[in-house]
């Protein structure tokens, strides 16, 4: 089945250590998206692509980068992780804007 | 601005019961508008969606929705809900711009509990 996978589904890191999440997608889809959720919070966007071309959002840390080196993958880099990034990490994708997004199971990130 | 408003944090219901969950949106034109289920520790489901025409939508696992233009609404109702429902459901809307592109806004949630 086409399908949005994030690997790995737990992730541990020390503060400060760089920590990689990625994400794959077998849809095709033009956009992929990343999303920060916190215990009983609704998920918060944190970037977006369409295509190649990259969307920041306004509050997200200089802490958090993400690359799309081809249509299929997305990966989001936490370069200097704190406690509060502590957090499930969503991936998403949808055909175009304003399209259903699909989500995939997330990557729960602990921090030491 | 652009929100949405999901005002019951917690529901319980007893097995077979009916259920509705509430969900308000503020947008200035027409929304595309979602409602998503997330089960303990995994990713956001689209149960239904909403782009435009019959105002009634249904979706999964026996789900449908109600857009209501005039009180900003869209919510969610199941006339029998079954143990395997009870998960944290969102609702959203999207077509709101950010930057130049279009995103969803989520809800808050609702966590809803089923009695056997």
């Known amino acids: 089945d086409a399908m949005v996978i994030q690997n790995p589904r737990y992730q541990v890191t020390q503060f400060g250590k760089p920590v990689t999440l990625s994400c794959s997608q077998t849809l095709n889809h033009n956009v992929m998206y990343w999303y920060q959720q916190k215990s009983s919070q609704a998920p918060k966007l944190l970037f977006h692509?369409?295509?190649?071309?990259?969307?920041n959002e306004a509050d997200t840390p200089d802490n958090f980068q993400s690359r799309r080196p081809n249509t299929s993958f997305c990966f989001l880099d936490i370069r200097s992780p704190g406690l509060g990034d502590a957090a499930m990490y969503l991936c998403?994708?949808?055909?175009?804007?304003?399209?259903?997004?699909?989500f995939g199971d997330g990557t729960r990130l602990s921090i030491l | 601005a652009q929100s949405v408003t999901q005002p019951d944090i917690h529901i319980t219901v007893s097995e077979g019961a009916s259920l509705e969950l509430r969900c308000n949106y503020s947008y200035g034109a027409t929304p595309y508008l979602f409602w998503y289920v997330q089960s303990p520790g995994q990713g956001l489901q689209l149960l239904l969606k909403?782009?435009?025409?019959?105002?009634l939508v249904q979706g999964i696992k026996g789900f449908e929705a109600e857009f209501k233009r005039s009180q900003s609404s869209f919510n969610l109702r199941k006339p029998s809900v079954h143990w395997s429902d009870a998960a944290e459901y969102f609702c959203?809307?999207?077509?709101?711009?950010?930057?130049?592109?279009?995103?969803?806004?989520f809800g808050a949630g609702t966590r809803l509990a089923v009695h056997p």
């Open positions: 959203a809307v999207g077509g709101v711009a950010s930057g130049g592109y279009n995103k969803l806004i």
């Open positions: 692509y369409y295509d190649k071309d990259f969307n």
């Open positions: 998403a994708t949808s055909r175009d804007a304003n399209q259903p997004q699909h």
């Open positions: 909403y782009f435009s025409g019959d105002t």
